[in-house]
């Protein structure tokens, strides 16, 4: 059985975070192991506290997996502090593992701020050249070309604040490679009329067209596609048809959306599983 590791934090409600990433791990058949960076008190209307667990238990943590276990896929969430994105770009570098998914997490759905404000020139830095896919949603690709482009001379910087169309997508795609990550998915959910996904591999881009779903139950989608993405490429998948098969593993999971809660409930990880087993 192929394994894949999360580092990133837990959310209590269970339908985004380290929680998240175990069901689509378990929802791909691969054998999901976790790193703990943080843990939040949140629920469908929002997140209420976050408390950071200590650098040298992250490290800790890494280290048990890593000197035990062999990984087929890492993908990395929430990791709002310095400490913690030093620690676990650190031990990347030690241990070297391949497919890497980083899922550059940034402001909750309810607006709370998951990446603290003087942890993102590190997460720029630090984890963003690491990656073999960085997955940004439109907020977090736009924050990530302002942060970089505070460490550039004037001439190289891209001059988008808010990215519009599929057009502004390529633009940025090939922005954010220039910070060293093998492919960069601008995931387009964001856009008003469309739900196009461009993943970029440092020539050519690659489309990957979706459709607007009515429904309020997005909870947890970016954990999930990272993490479907994650589990693909631990199976063997290329770049290309892992995020191809993960961009239809949410889309179903969004489609059938559990209304838990009282206000954005989580996609439904296990809905094709079930619904062979004669369940739904």
Same mark, same amino acid.
């Given at each position: 059985m192929k394994k894949v590791l999360t580092i990133a934090g837990s959310d209590s409600s269970g339908g985004a975070g380290i929680q998240a990433d175990i069901k689509t791990m378990s929802? @791909?058949?691969v054998f999901g192991m976790s790193v703990i960076a943080a843990i939040t008190a949140q629920n469908t209307q929002g997140v209420l506290a976050v408390q950071d667990i200590d650098k040298e238990i992250v490290a800790a943590?890494?280290? /048990? +997996?890593?000197t035990d276990i062999e990984v087929d896929a890492t993908k990395i969430g929430m990791v709002s502090k310095i400490e913690t994105i030093d620690v676990i770009s650190e031990k990347l570098k030690k241990y070297k593992p391949k497919n890497i998914v980083l899922d550059p997490v940034m402001v909750s759905k309810s607006g709370y701020d998951l990446l603290r404000p003087e942890s993102k020139m590190n997460l720029v830095k630090n984890? +963003? =050249? !690491? /990656?073999? #896919?960085v997955t940004p949603n439109l907020p977090e690709a736009e924050e990530i #070309?302002? $942060?970089?482009?505070?460490? !550039? =001379?004037k001439e190289d910087r891209l001059n988008i604040e808010k990215i519009v169309d599929s057009k502004d997508m390529e633009k940025v795609a090939s922005f954010i490679s220039g910070i060293g990550p093998k492919y960069v998915l601008i995931k387009g959910g964001h856009l008003e009329n469309d739900a196009v996904d461009i993943l970029y591999d440092g020539n050519k881009m690659h489309y990957y067209q979706g459709k607007k779903i009515k429904t309020?139950? $997005? @909870?947890?989608t970016g954990c999930t596609l990272s993490s479907a993405i994650a589990s693909n490429l631990a199976l063997g998948y290329s770049v290309e048809e892992s995020v191809r098969l993960a961009k239809e593993y949410i889309t179903i999971a969004i489609e059938h959306s559990l209304d838990i809660g009282k206000g954005v409930g989580p996609t439904n990880h296990f809905y094709i599983l079930y619904k062979n087993a004669g369940m739904q």
């Open positions: 929802a @791909h058949g943590q890494i280290d /048990a +997996i890593f984890l +963003i =050249p !690491l /990656a073999t #896919v #070309v302002k $942060t970089y482009n505070k460490i !550039l =001379p309020k139950n $997005t @909870h947890g």
